[in-house]
C-alpha cells in the first residue's frame, strides 16, 4: 500500500512521507477509502516541533510490524494541526469532553463518516505508566470494529449529536463596560504569581495576550496594579530560561513555575506576540530591558525565521543533535561549567558562569544549565559581557541547529508583520519596517487569490490547499492595518478591508457570533466556534480588534458595529476567565477608549518635522489608537480627507467619538492627547 504523503507542502506530513504506515493525508478520498474497505479510520494529528510526536513516530509508525497491522485493519489519516486548526479543534474538543484532558500528537479513531468513537493522545510501544501500548490499543478498537459494531456506531453518533449541540451561548451582543474589565484585573490579580510573575502554576506559559490587556488598562486608567504586573512578568521571563540570553527569542513555555527550564521549541506566533508586547512596554515605560529584548526579539525573527520568499516559518524544533547522533530536547541551548571554559577560558568561563547561572550540579538534566540572568546578577562589565556573548554563540552555532518548519502560516505571519512594523517605527531600524513589507507582499501574491480569499499556508512558493480560517482573516488585516499606520501606504488598508469584507460575510452569523471556518468551508461534523485564546488569540477577538481598526480608519459602520456585537463575548467571559481571553479584554479596551484616530500631515513624507509628528502618534499609549500619515491632499488614507497645514506647518489631528481635538504642530501636545 502506497504512503501518500511525499507531495504534500507541510512539513510535518513530509517527515512521515517515508514510514511504511501507508498514510493519507485528510481527504474526502481517504473516507471514501474506508468505506469501500468497511475499515475504521486512524486519525493522528500533531506538528512538526512537537516532541511527543517525532517519539509516537519512531516507536510506533516506523515500526514495520505496526505499520502492517495499521495498513491491514485501518485506514490511517495523519492532519498537521497547524495547516488544518479547524480539524485539529473539533476532534480535539471530542477528545477533551471524553477524557478530560487533551494534547499531541493527538489519536482519534474515525469511522468511515469521520464520527470519533475512541480517543488518545501518546500511546508507548510497550504498556507503561497505566498506559496501554498503541498495539493492544489497535487491537482494542479492530476487535470493538468487527465484533461490536453496533456499539461502536451508538457511542459514535451519541458523542457527534453531543459535539453538534455544542453551542456558544455568550449572553449579550453588548461590548464590555468599565465593571467588567474591572472584573476582569481583578481576577487576573488573584491568579498572579508574585514572586514569579505570570500567572498559575508549572507549566508556565508566556501571557502575551493577557500582557496586552494590562499594558492598555494601564494607558486607559492609570492602574499601577496593571502595569507592576505586565513589567515584572516581562521582566522574568526575559531574565529567566524561557528566554535565549544569547541569540534572543523566546521558547513555547516553562516547565516550571520559575521560567527556568523551557520546553526548546520556539515558534514564530509566541515571539511575535512577545515582541509586540515587549515593545509596548518600552512604549509605557521607557524600560531598557523592554527595550533590548524587543529588538532582539524581532532580530531573531528576521536572521532565524525568515524564508528565502520573504515570510516567516513556523517554528524550530525543540530537540536537536546532541553530537553522538542521538536527537536530544534543548541540545543545542545548554551548557555546563567546563563547556564555558573550553571556549571562554579560565576567567571567562568563571564570569560567565556567575552571569548566566550555570551550576555544577544544574538547572537542566545531566549537569547542563539553561543561560539565564539571576536576579542578583551585580554589576559587569558590559563590553566583557558582549564579548563573552558573542564568542557564545559563534560556538554554539557550531553545534548541529534545531530542524526548522518552513511552513508560511498566513495568521502567524500576520502577526510577525505587525510586531515587526511597530517594533522598526519605534526604534528607528527601518529594515524591520521593510521585512513586514516583504511578508505581507508574500501573503499578497502567493495567499490571496483574485477573489481575495486567504489561503492557510504556503512553503517554499507553493501555496497550500487548505482555505483560511477566521484566525488567518483576523491576523492578516491587523498586520496590514500596523503597516498602513507605519508606512502611510493605503494599500495596505484597502487589503486589510478585503479581507474584513469576507469576516462580515463568510464567519459571522446573524447573532453577531462569530465561526472559525467560513460558510463555504468543508463541513466537518461540527463547526468549529471557540472565542477563547490558546497560543495565539482566537480569531473570533482577533477579528473584532482588526473590525474595530479599520472602522476607526475609514468610518466604517458595519465594522464597528460587528466588533461591538463580537465584543460580547468578553462582556460574558472576561471577569470569569481573564486568562482565556486577553486579546479580547485588550480590544474592549480600545473600545472604551474610543479607539482614536490619528492623521498627521506634511508637505512630503520626508519632511523631519512631519515625520517626527508620526513617530510622536505611533508612540501614543491610547489603546488600539489608529494612525493616518501622508502629505496633505493626499486620499491614500481616508482620515487625511481635509486635514490641511497649520500655518504651513505639518499637523496632527486627534479625534474620539466622533469629537475632534484642534489641530496641533506640537509633539508634547499631542503626546498629551494620546495618553490618559
Known amino acids: 500500500m502506497p504512503n501518500r504523503l511525499a507531495h504534500e507542502t507541510s512539513p510535518y506530513l513530509l517527515q512521515h512521507a517515508d514510514n511504511p504506515v501507508a498514510w493519507w493525508p485528510w ?90 468513537f475512541y480517543f488518545g493522545t501518546y500511546f508507548p510501544p510497550a504498556p507503561r505508566h497505566g498506559m496501554p501500548s498503541f498495539r493492544q490499543v489497535l487491537e482494542g478498537v479492530r476487535s470493538a470494529w468487527t465484533d461490536r459494531r453496533d456499539e461502536v456506531a451508538e457511542v459514535a453518533g451519541k458523542i457527534t449529536r453531543d459535539l453538534s449541540q455544542r453551542e456558544i451561548d455568550y449572553g449579550s451582543t453588548e461590548a464590555p463596560g468599565e465593571e467588567e474589565l474591572s472584573g476582569a484585573l481583578l481576577g487576573l490579580t488573584r491568579e498572579y504569581d508574585p514572586q514569579r510573575g505570570g500567572f498559575g502554576g508549572a507549566p508556565k506559559f508566556p501571557p502575551s495576550m493577557a500582557l496586552e490587556f494590562l499594558l492598555r488598562h494601564h494607558a486607559r486608567t492609570g492602574a499601577e496594579g496593571a502595569l507592576e504586573m505586565a513589567r515584572d512578568t516581562c521582566e522574568r521571563m526575559a531574565r529567566g530560561g524561557i528566554y535565549d540570553q544569547l541569540a534572543g527569542g523566546f521558547a513555547r513555555y516553562s516547565v516550571d513555575r520559575e521560567w527556568t527550564v523551557p520546553h526548546f521549541e520556539k515558534m514564530l506566533y509566541d515571539n511575535a506576540l512577545l515582541c509586540r508586547v515587549y515593545a509596548h512596554l518600552w512604549r509605557s515605560t521607557g524600560s531598557d530591558l523592554a527595550r533590548r529584548v524587543a529588538v532582539e526579539t524581532a532580530d531573531f525573527l528576521v536572521r532565524e525565521l525568515r524564508t528565502t520568499e520573504g515570510g516567516f516559518a513556523s517554528a524550530l ?135 481575495a480569499k486567504l489561503a492557510r499556508t504556503s512553503k517554499d512558493g507553493q501555496v497550500g490547499a487548505n482555505a483560511g480560517v477566521l484566525e488567518d482573516y483576523a491576523d492578516v488585516a491587523e498586520g496590514f492595518l500596523a503597516l498602513a499606520s507605519v508606512t502611510g501606504e493605503g494599500v495596505w488598508l484597502e487589503f486589510a478591508g478585503f479581507l474584513l469584507d469576507h469576516v462580515l460575510t463568510g464567519f459571522v452569523d446573524e447573532s ?153 504642530t506640537d509633539q508634547e501636545r499631542l503626546r498629551t492627547a494620546l495618553s490618559r
Not at 480535539?92 to 499531541?104: H, I, R, S
Open 27 to 116: 481527504s474526502a478520498e481517504a473516507f471514501e477509502e474506508a468505506r469501500r474497505t468497511n475499515k475504521p479510520v486512524l486519525l493522528s494529528v500533531g506538528y512538526s516541533s512537537c516532541h511527543w510526536c517525532h517519539v509516537m513516530a519512531h516507536e510506533s509508525f516506523e515500526d514495520q510490524p505496526t505499520a502492517d497491522y495499521l495498513n491491514e485493519h485501518f485506514v490511517s489519516v495523519k492532519v498537521d494541526r497547524e495547516e488544518r486548526p479547524d480539524v485539529d479543534a473539533v476532534y480535539m474538543e471530542a477528545v477533551q469532553a471524553a477524557t478530560g484532558q487533551g494534547g499531541w500528537p493527538m489519536t482519534v479513531f474515525l469511522t468511515p463518516d469521520a464520527e470519533p
Open 317 to 451: 524544533d525543540a530537540d536537536s543533535d546532541d553530537g553522538t547522533g542521538k536527537h536530544v530536547e534543548g541540545a543545542y541551548y545548554v551548557w555546563t561549567p567546563a563547556q564555558l571554559t573550553e571556549v571562554l577560558g579560565e576567567e571567562d568561563g568563571g564570569l560567565a558562569a556567575q552571569y548566566f547561572g550555570v551550576t555544577a550540579d544544574g538547572t537542566f538534566e545531566e549537569g547542563q544549565s539553561v543561560l539565564q540572568l539571576p536576579q542578583d546578577e551585580g554589576v559587569f562589565d558590559a563590553d566583557r559581557i558582549a564579548s563573552i556573548k558573542s564568542r557564545l554563540l559563534e560556538a554554539r552555532s557550531q553545534r548541529p541547529a534545531p530542524g526548522r518548519d518552513d511552513k508560511v502560516v498566513a495568521a502567524w505571519n500576520g502577526l510577525a508583520i505587525a510586531a515587526l512594523a511597530e517594533t522598526g517605527a519605534y526604534f528607528g531600524r527601518p529594515d524591520l519596517v521593510e521585512a513586514a513589507v516583504s511578508a505581507a507582499d508574500l501573503l499578497v501574491r502567493l495567499h490571496l487569490d483574485e477573489h
Open 512 to 664: 453577531g457570533a462569530l465561526y472559525d471556518t467560513a460558510s463555504d468551508a468543508e463541513q466537518l461534523i461540527r463547526r468549529p466556534q471557540d472565542p477563547t485564546d490558546n497560543a495565539t488569540p482566537s480569531g473570533w477577538t482577533a477579528a473584532a480588534g482588526a473590525l474595530l481598526s479599520y472602522a476607526a480608519q475609514t468610518g466604517a459602520e458595519p465594522h464597528r458595529t460587528a466588533a461591538e456585537r463580537a465584543l460580547g463575548v468578553v462582556k460574558a467571559l472576561g471577569p470569569r476567565v481573564p486568562r482565556f481571553i486577553g486579546w479580547g479584554l485588550a480590544v474592549a479596551e480600545a473600545y472604551l477608549d474610543g479607539p482614536r484616530e490619528v492623521a498627521v500631515v506634511g508637505p512630503s513624507l520626508d519632511d523631519e518635522a512631519a515625520k517626527a509628528l508620526h513617530r510622536t502618534a505611533l508612540l501614543g499609549t491610547a489603546p488600539g489608537a489608529v494612525v493616518a500619515f501622508g502629505v496633505v491632499g493626499s486620499d491614500e488614507l481616508p482620515l487625511l480627507a481635509d486635514r490641511p497645514l497649520v500655518d504651513g506647518e505639518p499637523a496632527a489631528y486627534v479625534c474620539r467619538n466622533f469629537t475632534c481635538d484642534a489641530p496641533t
